[in-house]
């Protein structure tokens, strides 16, 4: 596709399930980030793929939280155990690249709701 | 660590106001410097990036200077529009010790145009 695309757009979950949430990034790009927004709030960082390096993980606020990435294709963040602490939208972005001055692309956001 | 400071909202302006949004930035290097913005209902999308010091990033009327003696990178519109109405991230890119590159965002300010 022609942009980041994740999947689903919204999703309703009762406390103490799990949930999968999908990001396909743009084609060709090599980086791909994972952020957290509650509501009214910033971006807060959770984890950063580059190529087969192993990924930067420092942002991820819990052990409930976890990603994977396939190469430079789709990537999945898991949470266990959701709490209502984890209602928030959660945005994947790519660039193309291992380069500090490239533009981030990122999706419509998967909004999560832990009831 | 890196970190994005930017002034708190919400900003209200009338048409054709004078826009300034701060933003100061600490980085141990020589990080690129971005503005995103995110309309209502979309997603985030690059403003203008400053990738030097003393460069200045412009699109759509916006401009910001990357000033390093300040570690600034102030948003400017010298006469806002309804359309504008948005909320506004400043943020910086920079390789960390690990080798990530790590893509750092303010908290957001969100701006409000009356007619």
């Known amino acids: 596709g022609a942009g980041v695309s994740q999947s689903p757009s919204n999703k309703v979950t009762e406390k103490g399930k799990d949930v999968e949430l999908r990001c396909d990034p743009i084609s060709g790009h090599t980086a791909l980030y994972w952020y957290r927004q509650r509501l009214g709030q910033g971006l807060e960082f959770l984890i950063y793929f580059q190529g087969n390096s192993a990924p930067d993980k420092s942002g991820l606020p819990s052990d409930r939280f976890s990603a994977e990435r396939t190469g430079e294709s789709v990537s999945t963040l898991t949470i266990q155990r959701t709490q209502q602490e984890d209602s928030a939208v959660y945005l994947c972005a790519s660039r193309p690249g291992p380069r500090v001055s490239t533009e981030a692309f990122f999706g419509q956001g998967t909004r999560l709701t832990v009831v | 660590g890196n970190s994005v400071t930017q002034m708190e909202g919400p900003v209200t302006l009338s048409e054709e106001a004078f826009l300034t949004i701060n933003c100061t930035y600490t980085?141990?290097?020589?990080?690129?410097l971005f503005w995103y913005v995110q309309y209502p209902g979309e997603g985030l999308q690059l403003l203008l990036k400053?990738?030097?010091?003393?460069d200045k990033g412009s699109n759509k009327g916006f401009e910001a200077t990357y000033r390093k003696e300040t570690t600034s990178f102030h948003l400017e519109k010298g006469s806002v529009q309804v359309s504008d109405s948005a909320v506004y991230f400043c943020a910086l890119s920079e390789r960390s010790g690990a080798g990530s590159y790590q893509l750092t965002f303010g908290k957001g300010t969100k701006l409000s145009v009356i007619p």
């Open positions: 400053a990738t030097k010091a003393d």
């Open positions: 980085a141990t290097g020589y990080p690129s």
